[in-house]
């Protein structure tokens, strides 16, 4: 943990920017990089009633409580690779999850 979801990113551009992103992020947190996990989710804009698959790319990022320092270095990196990608704009957003409502094979934390 933590969770990364991107969503209106290409999933190419997500391969390529994983690992050294999860691996900044890591070091920021302090959290091993094998207990990140990376999900990309195909989106489908709709703008004026006409399709438009992807170009402004959200990071949702789900993970337990962390400095107000941390979130930001972390929001910092993860809008710097976006952005070195060619896209013009990113939205990185953060769910906080509750340890005691999240359960990994039945025992919560």
């Known amino acids: 943990m933590p969770h990364i979801i991107f969503r209106g990113i290409d999933v190419a551009d997500v391969k390529e920017i994983e690992k050294p992103m999860v ?9 091993p990089v094998d207990h ?6 195909p989106t489908l804009f ?3 009633g006409v399709e438009n698959t992807g170009g402004y790319p ?7 409580k962390r400095s107000r320092d941390q979130q930001d270095d972390v929001a910092k990196v993860v809008t ?6 060619g896209y013009s ?7 906080e999850l509750d340890p005691t409502a999240y359960y990994e094979n039945g025992v919560h934390y």
């Open 46 to 48: 709709i703008s004026g």
């Open 89 to 95: 704009d990113v939205c990185v957003y953060f769910n």
């Open 80 to 85: 710097k690779i976006v952005l070195d990608l």
């Open 58 to 64: 959200f990071v949702t990022i789900n993970w337990f």
């Open 23 to 31: 691996q900044e992020i890591s070091s920021i947190v302090n959290c």
């Open 36 to 41: 990140f996990t990376v999900e990309w989710t």
